[in-house]
């Protein structure tokens, strides 16, 4: 990636649902997870994940097996776990990049005036395992291993740029699959695109200043930003 280029606008992506579809690997090496620390069955579904940060989901499992909040198991034995179940998972599976995530990240990477950064609620080695050889498009990333929060990690993206360029992008724009992506870039006074190629329908997504069908239609989408 050439680093001198000029750096204008701030493009912020989302991983699952938005550039890859993992078939759930996610959820189902959480369960796995559970079941191994905890001993209990627990079923997670698109939308109990999706948005979400997995310090959130962590904590969110623990309120459903230990109500008072009794339990001696940490984020960092849980992410240890899960990170060894989700390269399980997806060894020898190929990545399922979701339609016009690979050419438009390409775009990103190799255009003068565009930061590809990442924006995920996945462990940084979650993020890493599931993009593969699309990992090292992105800049930088704010991840989803200490902040439950996605909004604080928008400023944690932000705040990379600014680190590593001086100065504040001309435009950041926000892309992701969820009604969460949308809020996040609304606190961030960004621009908010949402595709629906996660859980989420076109009507649910309406709130994003751009809609669109999938990432293939990023051309259009440059033009109109």
């Known amino acids: 990636m050439n680093k001198n280029k000029k750096k204008d606008y701030l493009y912020i992506l989302d991983i699952d649902g938005t550039l890859i579809d993992s078939g759930g690997a996610g959820r189902k090496s959480m369960e796995k997870a559970c079941e191994s620390l905890f001993g209990q069955t627990i079923k997670l579904n698109a939308k109990d994940v999706a948005g979400r940060t997995d310090s959130y989901i962590f904590k969110h499992i623990l309120k459903k097996i230990y109500p008072k909040n009794r339990f001696s198991v940490d984020l960092t034995e849980f992410k240890t776990v899960y990170i060894r179940n989700l390269l399980e998972e997806l060894r020898d599976k190929p990545t399922n990049y979701l339609k016009g995530a690979r050419e438009f990240t390409d775009f990103l990477e190799k255009s003068s005036g565009y930061t590809p950064a990442l ?17 090292d498009k992105f800049e930088f990333g704010a991840y989803g291993d200490i902040k439950t929060n996605r909004n604080d990690l928008f400023f944690d993206a932000l705040g990379l740029y600014q680190k590593k360029y001086n100065k504040n992008p001309d435009k950041t724009v926000v892309i992701g699959d969820t009604p969460f992506d949308i809020e996040c870039a609304i606190k961030g006074n960004a621009i908010s695109v949402a595709v629906s190629t996660g859980p989420y329908s076109k009507e649910d997504l309406k709130a994003a200043d751009f809609v669109l069908e999938d990432l293939s239609q990023w051309p259009s989408l440059l033009e109109s930003i």
């Open 119 to 135: 924006l995920t609620g996945n462990f940084k080695k979650a993020a890493k395992i599931k993009l593969k050889e699309i990992a």
